[in-house]
């Protein structure tokens, strides 16, 4: 499919006409693929895993043409750092410090490349095939039978009358469909379309309305039930079961959701951005009973993996009841032409992802045979001179650069494989240390100078995208100070904390993320002007300081704060916190 719909040139556009070579590729794709289906069981069980000259020249057109599709899906940054890892294979014992290994022959390499389990089908194209595949066919149906559509409708209804609407339309419709999308760009295409045009409308600058849809569509990578692609991945790298990855992502992702909502809302306060005329918004009564039953698949899906079951089966079940409830509706009836157009923008949209798996596992092939996963961790440890802190910094910085030219989830991949094992020998347990690398996976999205999520929501709000990235570095500014909370407040992540633990840790945030955001925004319920502006961010970051004594502070200052602000607003009504 990558053959057959991206051109040989990138930026051109997608091909009306499949070009004789693209022809030969396709067909050679199938043939040196299918070959290593079929001749698997030889392989391993007759031959014992011994390669002969047919698997080593299939093998090369194999690594050959999964780096050209990737190429043409994404670019040339994994190529590359693919070419990278299979290259320093073979020039081993010329190789500088802690990255020299014996040497491999060129045969050697292809047959690990191309026939083992550890590489080209490995457990990055496991992953994929068997977990993620399913769902990206299930947000397609969601799309199709009107899912999205009443998301949106509903996120309107909700947020009726409250400052700075259609951005928090946007921020919570994000979230519900980005939850079930995977993809942040898809999201803010999806959804962006409706919200955008409303933000700009009732008062917010084009570069705000992007980079709003941005932040928000980005959370929704986090946001349980499905999380996008790499959180199957995550699930799979650290042998813990998605139900569990979920619920450990779970808080992390609704105090995103959390500092999304207090950005718009002190945005829209400071420059007396209102809402949308009541007669535009619908009502919420009538659009619950129009489409209450697009929550039942999502519900489903909790059930399902909460009852053990595997999150292929979840996303089955969630497809079948999409198609019987697209009967409930008038416009959105599964016929036989749009079960065809459902699976067809599934099929498209997986190749954003499945046109990277080849070359990420062409880069793990190169890390396991080469035994790099121990020497980057050391690597990791001696730039941060055993610092935790400095350690997750190089954290952030590695997944702002990769990210440069990367979907999320190959960022994660790599950063999995190059980071990870230095936070574990820093004395961080496997599962934070892959949860921080999933998160900061994600900044490149919003974070100039390549922020892809930002440019889709510049485009349609017809802003400029450097300015619209800059923007969303501010409304998704959680997602950089999040990650250093998932290691000094354990609580965060349900994961090896006892309750009362969780709670100590989620009941702070509630208190600094406020603070932090007014000391952004300049607004609380009042204008923060001059020393008090910087007071409060100082008190903020004080609440996720791990010390009894900084978070008390921290509590007063914001009881303080609120009583000072609302005597000097003149005690405000309560609407004026919606």
Known sequence: MAFMLYPVKRGHGGQKKVPWYDLIACAAAIFVFLYWAVTYREYAIARKGQANMTDFYLGIIAIIL?????????????????LVFSVQLYFGPYMPGVF????????????FMYRTDQAIFGT?????????????????????????????????????????????????????????SGSSSANVVSTGAFTIPMMKKVGFPPEDAGAIEAAASTGGQMLPP??????????????????????????????????????????????????LPDEEIPDAKATFKEGWFFFVPIIVIFVVLGLGYSADKAAFWAIVLCIGFS????????????????????????????GTIGCLGIVMGGIVLGGLAQKFGVIVVSLSHGS????????GLVGAIIGMGATQTATYVLMSLIVVQGLVKLGIDVVTANVIAFWFSAVSNVTPPVCVSAFAGASIAGADPMKTGFKGVKYSAALFFLPFAFYYLPGLLIHNASVLSALYDIGFCLIAIPMVAASLYGFFIANLDGVLRIATGIAGVCGYIPNIWTRI??????????????????NPSKKQFA
């Open 124 to 180: 990055i194209c496991n992953t994929f095939s068997v977990y993620v595949l399913p769902f990206v066919i299930m947000g397609a149906f969601m799309e199709y039978t009107g899912a999205g559509e009443f998301f949106i409708k509903m996120a309107l209804a909700l947020t009726k009358g409250w400052a700075g609407g259609p951005a928090k339309v946007a921020v919570i419709a994000s979230g519900l469909f980005g939850s079930i």
């Open 388 to 395: 935790i802190f400095i350690a997750i910094c190089l954290t």
């Open 226 to 275: 499905v999380m996008g692609a790499g959180a199957f991945l995550l699930a799979a790298m650290t042998e813990t079961p998605y139900a569990r990855i979920a619920l450990i992502c779970a808080i992390p992702a609704i105090l995103y959701y959390y500092w999304c909502a207090l950005a718009v809302h002190y945005k829209a306060k400071r420059d007396n951005i209102g809402s």
């Open 66 to 82: 999964v780096m050209e599709s990737c190429r043409r899906v994404i670019g040339w940054i994994i190529p590359i750092i693919a």
């Open 327 to 354: 009967f409930f509706t008038k416009e959105h009836k599964m016929t036989p032409k749009k079960l065809i157009d459902a699976f067809e923008k599934a099929g498209r949209s997986e190749i954003s992802v499945g």
């Open 100 to 111: 020299a290994n014996k040497g491999f022959s060129l045969f050697r390499i292809v047959d």
């Open 553 to 570: 502070g921290s509590a007063v200052f914001f009881i303080v704060l609120i009583f000072a602000q609302r005597k000097k607003k003149g």
